[in-house]
């Protein structure tokens, strides 16, 4: 039994309760990246199914031999030279943030004959140095992803500013998300995830709040 997991669960429920949410209507997004198998096993054994990723390729390596069951999730940049590897190895892209990748996954879905489930990343801080469309673009690029390239788009993602409160981010988030008609909110990581439930977040994204600091090679 993983207590890191039991105890993650435990907060989601709590953070759903208090914000009047429905028990079970958050997911729990697993953070895997960069982290040694053995942090990794006991929270599998436990039972957790859903994983986030932040590289294809070791994303493939890790999860490839032991897939079934699982959906995996990318949460990471996505090149378009790794488009197609991404389409057929994840249950759900993240990081659609720019029109030449959904040309590009419009293409692979239709060479592969199956859609990851899309979310488009928003860049809602309006960092420099972040990916994802400007808040001012969300409504345009929702659009012609739908329109242009025919994409199905089930969320929404973000990354807040480190430091500042994320809650007027969230919420932002929500309100691209409502005026849009997208249902999913892909927000809040370990230091935030029960703010981000109370502003509606869908799936959380935990990595070292329950696998423990991660270790970059
Ligand atoms: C690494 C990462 C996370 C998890 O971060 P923690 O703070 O360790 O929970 C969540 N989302 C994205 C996009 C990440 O890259």
């Known amino acids: 039994m993983s207590h890191a997991l039991a105890r993650i669960q435990d907060r989601i429920a709590v953070a759903e309760a208090r914000a009047g949410r429905q028990a079970g209507s958050v997911t729990l997004v697993a953070v895997s990246k960069t982290q040694p198998w053995e942090h990794i096993a006991p929270v599998l054994e436990a039972g957790q199914k859903v994983y986030g990723e932040n590289r294809v390729q070791e994303a493939m390596e890790r999860w490839g031999p032991r897939r079934e069951g699982l959906e995996l999730r990318l949460i990471g940049p996505l090149q378009t030279n790794k488009a197609r590897e991404a389409v057929d190895f994840f249950d759900v892209i993240e990081t659609l943030d720019r029109e030449k990748l959904a040309r590009v996954l419009a293409e692979e879905i ?27 673009e969300a409504d345009a690029f929702l659009a012609a992803c739908r329109e242009s390239y025919s994409l199905t788009i089930e969320g929404l993602m973000c990354i807040p500013p480190v430091g500042a409160d994320p809650a007027p981010y969230f919420a932002s988030l929500r309100a691209i998300a409502a005026r849009n008609g997208v249902e999913k909110l892909s927000m809040g990581m370990s230091d935030d995830f029960e703010i981000a439930i109370a502003e509606g977040a869908t799936s959380v994204r935990v990595g070292s709040a329950l696998f423990g600091d991660r270790h970059y090679g």
């Open 110 to 136: 239709q060479r592969v004959g199956k859609a990851p489930r899309l979310y488009v990343q928003v860049n809602i801080g309006e960092e420099v140095q972040k990916a994802g469309v400007a808040p001012s």
